[in-house]
């Protein structure tokens, strides 16, 4: 064995180490001689790996000596300790910025956060109550947080490769189906708040029902409704929300209406008639909001500024200057431009039936060009004066195979039904819905109970044969 004692004085504290392990007591870990050399290491080696080390500078330099010994230690070092969650419930006024110094980090610490971008910026509005657990490594650094954005999604930040890194995790959720039922006997919102209908539910059924039923003439006593919706919850069983409406029915003087969810391809949805015809009208009545007809359609009346008789083949809106003109139906822009009497028009046309036009505009919508697409209620324009208009004004037409149309009274066509193949496989799809409106809503008021029980028991099997 070598002994020399020119080396300096670490490699011979460790060469006298390794003469002890040759000498039999193996039992003696790298930890130990490295925390004697003075770091810090959790990792504990076997004698085996130890006696290796030792080994490998057995007939080396004391330099060699060293580098193997840093080596040892740097493979050892990436698992920093680190201290145990902490929760913070945040009070009034106070900031990520002072929470993360109050747990004894650094300010850059939260500059960091902050520089994660949109995913962290909900921190940057902390509200009294919202709760932040966080956890620092040995270096005072963040090294964990997580915070609960709402109660499906949480926010996570941890550090990876001395990196902060966000993401936002979505927790699967379980839908339910429930039901509500009930009949009229005070008013839509009493009654349905009795059957266990929220505000919003009860608004999004009016909306299913509002191109059909007068809301606001009110329901009659005795007319009946049905809300079938989704409910959502967690993986432990508990109730995060109600979701949206699956399918309802509303029997209204004598009348049953039904309304069931399709779910296009997207994972956009529409509410359709069980027979796939849209309870939205194809068009909407009035381009402007809270306007005042000033002049109706009159195929025989006296120009205000021409002063002779020349029809008015259009109606129109009294309105401030720069009020929005609404595009009545899902279209394309025909025209766009200056024309005459009209000033700035826009012309929309609808399918290969219909036309609408808008007049007198102040100015057309940023980027609206000619071929473009617009959807139903979409701003097109601003009502204005130009043209021939003694006051500002929305001049609407409604054209139907190239004839003049009374805007207020015309047959608006329903909005486009689904066609035969979606319809069959919507139909299947929500068999079971359909069974269990029967049930609660039988559209045949002289079906005793009995039969209904049967005859849903019949469609309810055939349901689950078909979804088989
Ligand atoms: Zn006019």
Redesign the pocket.
Known sequence: MKQDYSLSTAPRRLAAWRSVLMAGICAVSLTALLTREGTASRHTATPNEATTAITTTDATTGAAFDTAVQDSVSDTLPIPSSTDWVTVEVKANQTISSIIEGQGMAKDEWLALMALGKSTSRLKKLRSGDKISLRKNSEGELEELSFELDQTHTLQVRRVNDKLEAITLEAELERRIAQAAGTITHSLYVDGAKAGLSKRQISSFVSLFNYDVDFALGLSDGDRFVVIYETLYKENGEKVRDGDIIAASLTSRGRTYRSMRYTRANGTFAYYAPDGQSPRKAFIRTPVDFARIS?GFNLARRHPILNIIRA?K???YAAATGTPVKATADGKVEFKGIKSGYGNVIVLKHGSKYETVY?HLSRYREGLRQGQPVRQGQVIGYVGSTGLATAP?L?YEFHVNGQYKNPLTVALPRANPLSRSQLAKWRAENALVIAMMDELSPVTASNDKQDTTKSRKAKLSKAANTRG
Request: overall charge negative; aromatic content about 0%; glycine content about 12%.
């Open positions: 002049s008015h259009g109606v129109d007049a004004h001049h």
